[in-house]
Nanobody, 124 residues
Framework: QVQLVESGGGLVQAGGSLRLSCEAS????????MGWFRQAPGQEREFVAA????????DYTDSVKGRFTISKDNTKNTVDLQMNSLKPEDTAVYYC?????????????????WGQGTQVTVSS
């Protein structure tokens, strides 16, 4: 059973930066695909970014490409999301997730493990 704990959320002005971190325990971290999803009030949970178990492949939703960077440290069991040039529409609860799948899947229902979420609020 994998436990995921996120940290690093907060309030930032538009154009600012935040770095989210997710620490995993209880599983073979280096074998998992890791991802970040977000959910704004009244909206469905959506894919933001993911990284393969090796760290060699990353994928992003179009709206964050060029602004967000996902990284993984298999020695520390952590996955980070560096968020730059933040926009008010990035406001949401951000969730860390882990998958034992063979490829990155954008469907949240395909991810087995989830953190509790961390709030990111971007003011205009």
């Amino acid at each position: 059973q994998v436990q995921l704990v996120e940290s690093g959320g907060g309030l930032v002005q538009a154009g600012g930066s935040l770095r989210l971190s997710c620490e995993a325990s209880g599983g073979s971290f280096s074998t998992y695909i890791m991802g970040w999803f977000r959910q704004a009030p009244g909206q469905e949970r959506e894919f933001v970014a993911a990284i393969s178990w090796s760290g060699r492949r990353t994928d992003y939703t179009d709206s964050v490409k060029g602004r967000f960077t996902i990284s993984k440290d298999n020695t520390k069991n952590t996955v980070d999301l560096q968020m730059n040039s933040l926009k008010p529409e990035d406001t949401a609860v951000y969730y860390c997730a882990a998958s034992r799948g063979d490829y990155i899947n954008y469907d949240p229902s395909r991810w087995a493990y989830w953190g509790q979420g961390t709030q990111v609020t971007v003011s205009s």
